[in-house]
């Protein structure tokens, strides 16, 4: 593991004085208020459990911690789709937007309130019984930003059936190992999607990946953009087709009755090694979790806000901040199919005019580029509907953020920087909008019923003014459940380091009033715009084209993504680089992963520096890569590989300017 924390990020740390106590406008009004935090652990958990949640049977016991598995909510049954819908329609809220959908191409939009959703989810749970949908069955779900997405997700939780959603970006070859992982039976997913006024072929993909996933009998297809798909008979059915007869009634399928430790999803998503893991989450602890941290974190008024999370709903951010924390707390939701700069660089401020948005949550990696595109996009919008902004999925820089404050929040909105993980299912480090005081930079304070440390190597809690490896100390409601499959691979990955301690595997420091900041990942984790790429698994994707030999990579710091891909190749025979061999391996780690896995930078090289045992000496190639001094290289085989790497890559970059 590297050094958890960097000089540069000490130096910000000490460089960022200014803060932003809570307005008094806002922290009188605010749902967490006074004494939230003297609340002890217990007593949150089980009131939160209770009051937050509609039960069919009551839990008996609030958890079970045997290290390092937790459950939570003993003996109590429940439904997520009877707590994010039904219950709603039931207490006379029917008639409330439960979300504001605007497509991608200008002006199409639908408004879909919790009784439609109600009649959506229950037609098309119907629907799914028909393809032997039942309760256990493994759904994957692989769509764009439609209303249809969350309507799948709710039917398969109504059922009890549980999903794994594959980000619409993902590659044939991810989504079926993904399917195969999970040993799904039916893959839901569209025609295709629209990007930035083109289309995403999601059913040629899932053609492919169905190939490949020979568990899955069935395939529902839900026409988006209208153009002609292959549909293989008897596999294959259009959502429309197959939900025509079904009823909307929902008498005609209630809600299937679960148990709180019940496989709620997976989400899979990169660690150190090619294979991504399926995060498991179950059902009660992981609402409770997802709907208690959104109502005091986003201070949400079900009556009057209207929220917004700018995430893709097949990350974990719009599993818990679209879908089930805001529907369980009866939100009325914007939900938006394309990209911020489509079809002008002001699409974003439109929305938030045209819907009135009170709150708003997107990542760094997307306010930096509006701030590269410029303040005068939002300046054509009247963004005072406004009230409170999020950041979330990396460290924010507090330039980032103080432009996100003054173009977007008028200089008057708190700024909530939410630190979490797939893992964590749930917001943990975060400030409260009305009681926290502010810090560009920083994700200040421990949820509420959260313990979270900073340890040193040795295991001790480092002090004010300490850095060192974050840490949680007592398990959380919505705390992953494992890696699906994979005992081993959990225990060694978060519990190996420190006993009884949950690893998070991010560097962190706290300051002289013990707020948190954190400095990345520890690990050979990547963060580009927010998305965690695995080093080797875009190794593993090189080294599968038929020329390369070898290949290293790591990461580069970049002005908008946050990190860049740099890979450092060595081609089979000797042979060189050229400028097309660099666009082909490029094209051919998206085909692999994704095209948010395409290295910006390859550097062609004849070796790659490695230690005497044979181990790439990634820091080294991350100290080429950020042009920094060069770390210590007495451990290599060949120190001149270095010099010679080197040498190469700011050759390239002259070439580039
Ligand atoms: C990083 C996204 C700093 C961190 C919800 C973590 C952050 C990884 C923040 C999880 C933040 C997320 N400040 N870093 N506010 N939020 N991270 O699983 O490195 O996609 O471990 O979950 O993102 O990414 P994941």
């Not at 911020?340 to 306010?367: G, H, M, N, Q």
């Not at 917001?427 to 810090?439: S, Y």
């Not at 390369?548 to 680089?577: F, H, W």
Request: aromatic share 10%; hydrophobic share 35%; glycine share 8%.
């Amino acid at each position: 593991m590297s050094d958890p924390t960097p000089a540069h990020s000490i130096e910000t740390m000490l460089l960022e004085e200014r803060t932003y106590p809570p307005p008094a406008d806002f922290a009188a009004q605010a749902n967490a208020r006074g004494d939230i935090y003297d609340v002890p652990f217990e007593e949150f958990w089980e009131r939160e459990g209770r009051e937050r949640l509609t039960w069919f049977e009551a839990f008996n016991e609030l958890y079970e911690w045997e290290p390092p598995y937790a459950k939570w909510y003993l003996g109590g049954k429940l439904n997520v789709c009877f707590n994010c819908v039904d219950r709603h329609v039931e207490a006379g809220a029917g008639e409330q937007v439960a979300f504001h959908w605007e497509g991608e191409p200008d002006g199409e939009t639908r408004t879909i309130t919790y009784a439609d959703l109600q009649r959506d989810v229950v037609r098309f749970a119907n629907a799914l019984k028909k393809l032997g949908v039942r309760k256990g069955t493994p759904v994957a779900i692989y769509m764009g930003m439609v209303p249809e997405l969350p309507v799948a997700m709710l039917a398969c939780t109504r059922l009890g059936a549980p999903h794994t959603v594959v980000f619409g970006g993902f590659s044939a070859d991810s989504l079926s190992g993904r399917m195969n992982d999970m040993k799904c039976e039916v893959l839901i997913t569209q025609d295709e999607a629209w990007r930035r006024g083109s289309t995403v072929p999601l059913k040629k993909v899932a053609d492919e990946a169905m190939a490949d996933a020979p568990a899955a009998k069935s395939c529902v297809v839900l026409r988006r953009t209208g153009n002609d798909v292959p549909m293989q008979e008897g596999r294959d059915h259009w959502w429309h087709e197959l939900e025509a007869d079904c009823s909307d009634d929902a008498e005609s399928c209630p809600c299937e009755p679960m148990d709180s430790e019940d496989l709620l999803f997976l989400m899979y998503t990169s660690g150190t090694t090619a294979k991504p893991k399926g995060i498991i989450h179950t059902t009660a602890g992981y609402l409770t979790g997802v709907a208690a941290t959104h109502n005091y974190i986003f201070d949400l008024k079900p009556d009057s806000d209207v929220y917004w999370c700018a995430a893709d709903i097949g990350w974990i951010t719009g599993h818990s901040y679209i879908v089930y924390g805001p529907l369980c707390n009866r939100t009325t939701s914007v939900l938006y199919e394309g990209t911020p700069d489509f079809p002008d660089k002001d699409r974003w401020w439109s929305i938030v005019e045209k819907y009135k948005v009170t709150i708003l949550y997107t990542a760094p990696t997307a306010i930096r580029s509006h701030m590269k595109w410029g303040p005068e996009f939002a300046q054509q919008h009247d963004l005072s509907s406004l009230r409170l902004l999020g950041s979330v999925g990396e460290p924010i820089n507090p330039e980032a953020w103080i432009w996100y404050r003054e173009n977007i929040g008028a200089d008057r909105t708190p700024i909530v920087d939410t630190w979490w993980q797939t893992e964590t299912g749930m917001i943990l480090i975060t400030p409260l909008p009305g009681i926290t005081t502010l810090k560009p930079g920083s994700a200040t304070r421990p949820f509420p019923g959260v313990d979270a440390g900073i340890y040193d190597e040795q295991g001790n809690e480092v002090g004010p003014g300490g850095g060192g490896y974050l840490v949680l100390k007592k398990p959380w409601p919505a705390m992953l459940r494992g890696i699906f499959g994979d005992d081993e691979r959990y225990r060694e990955t978060y519990w190996s380091r420190y006993e009884d301690v949950y690893l998070a595997g991010d560097g962190a420091r706290i300051d002289r009033d013990g707020d948190f900041w954190l400095l990345g990942r520890i690990d050979d984790v990547m963060n580009v715009s927010g998305h965690r790429i695995s080093t080797i698994e875009v190794e593993s994707a090189l080294v599968d084209h038929h020329d390369v030999a070898e290949a290293a990579v790591c990461s580069r710091a970049d002005a908008v993504t946050g990190e860049a891909i740099v890979a450092y190749v060595t081609l089979k025979g000797g042979a060189d680089g050229s400028v097309e061999k660099l666009e082909e391996l490029r094209n051919h780690v998206a085909e692999k992963i994704g095209p948010i896995a395409k290295p910006a930078n390859i550097v062609f090289t004849p070796e790659l520096p490695k230690t005497r045992s044979g181990k790439i000496m990634r820091r080294l190639l991350r100290d080429v890569a950020n042009n920094r001094q060069l770390g210590d290289t007495t451990t290599l085989a060949d120190p001149t590989v270095v010099s010679e790497i080197a040498k190469r890559a700011t050759e390239e970059k002259s070439e580039d300017a």
